[in-house]
């Protein structure tokens, strides 16, 4: 090549590195300046093109719910990460990844659900193993956040142990965290590295408009704190929104549910987070068939389904209860006809992407 003023021969287009002409970005950010073939003389001002920073994706999961793994991994087009998570005879996790990660962009699927601290221990050792083991950069995705419901000292000599778990992460050596639907949103701010919190929200009204066979249909919040996530609801799908008040008069006294809005032959939709024992979404639908609603059916994101919740629905008058499949659903839960599943995956998945090629998450919010 001649001198810079000269053309171009043989090449459409040359790409040049910004170093090597001595330019730099702020923080060593590096990009490219393409020339089009023809004298460089006479053209305007270069185009920079960003060099995407990582160039590897791997994915890699536990044993909590390596199904939504795979999941992910079909809808991305991309093998699953090997890895082995075993134990010892003492019972000690014992974890090895089997490839190659370094200079890699990592994604860890874990949802920290039963058995908790196991899934959360797992989650924590694989952090650990792929960080020395030079991953570029390691973002947790938490389908499921446990202890999320400790996230503030409501009582004396209690932990905060949201908060703990966060500081356990981020020292494991997590870059970034993807969570789904957390208990409470300010548990973002128990991190100092990037949360992305998304929801199922848009996954499960695409499941209910698809079939919009609820005609009057009254979208249920069961307490005042999930005032915000049922609205999001009832905004989507078109319909009033009622909130069930509960509300405990004197010691010793059953909880009395007070309904704000109007159910009367309606059909209610009661939106919730998580399921645990049942107890609460019982109580609700109880009382809204109380006040003469024509028929009462639920969802949450998260499938807890502790102790007697599945007895709880299926001698309830739940219509249907539909979930995400942030959790595997217990053995007698698949067994539930009131029971239905309905898959994050392909969420996740492009949450995935965007975090990975470094574009907005916003358009995946409701």
């Not at 059916?297 to 599945?310: D, E, M, N, R, Y």
């Amino acid at each position: 090549m001649g001198g810079l003023g000269g053309s171009l021969t043989g090449l459409d287009a040359l790409t040049y590195d910004e170093k090597s002409l001595g330019a730099q970005r702020p923080g060593g950010v590096r990009a490219t300046v393409r020339y089009p073939a023809g004298p460089i003389a006479s053209m305007a001002a270069p185009k920079l093109v960003r060099k995407m920073k990582f160039d590897r994706l791997e994915i890699f999961t536990g044993n909590a719910n390596p199904a939504l793994a795979e999941e992910i991994c079909q809808h991305m087009g991309v093998p699953l990460g090997k890895a082995t998570v075993t134990q010892f005879m003492d019972g000690e996790i014992r974890l090895q990844i089997l490839e190659n990660v370094r200079g890699a962009d990592v994604f860890v699927v874990q949802p920290t659900c039963t058995p908790v601290d196991r899934n959360l221990f797992e989650l924590l050792l694989m952090i650990d193993a792929l960080r020395r083991a030079s991953a570029d950069r390691i973002t947790a995705v938490l389908p499921y956040y446990g202890y999320a419901r400790q996230d503030r000292k409501d009582k004396p000599r209690v932990p905060i142990s949201a908060k703990l778990v966060a500081s356990l992460l981020e020292a494991a050596g997590v870059d970034r965290i993807l969570a789904l639907d957390l208990h409470a949103a300010p548990i973002q701010g128990f991190f100092d590295v990037p949360v992305d919190h998304l929801f199922a929200a848009p996954v499960m009204i695409e499941h209910y408009w698809s079939r919009m066979e609820l005609p009057r249909l009254t979208v249920v919040s069961p307490d005042a704190g999930g005032v915000e996530r049922a609205r999001a609801f009832a905004k989507r799908l078109n319909a009033p929104l009622a909130i069930i008040d509960k509300r405990r008069e004197d010691a010793n006294v059953a909880e009395v549910m007070h309904i704000i809005g109007d159910v009367r032959d309606r059909n209610c939709l009661m939106v919730d987070d998580l399921i645990d024992t049942a107890g609460t979404l019982i109580k609700g639908v109880d009382a809204l068939m109380a006040h003469g609603a024509a028929s009462v059916s639920a969802c949450a994101t998260h499938a807890v389904l502790s102790g007697p919740a599945i007895e709880r629905i299926e001698n309830s008058a739940l219509t249907q209860v539909v979930f995400s499949n942030s959790i595997p659903l217990r053995d007698g839960a698949r067994e539930c006809s009131r029971i239905k599943v309905v898959s994050v995956a392909q969420l996740l998945a492009r949450a995935i992407e965007s975090i990975h090629q470094e574009t907005s998450v916003s358009t995946l919010f409701v």
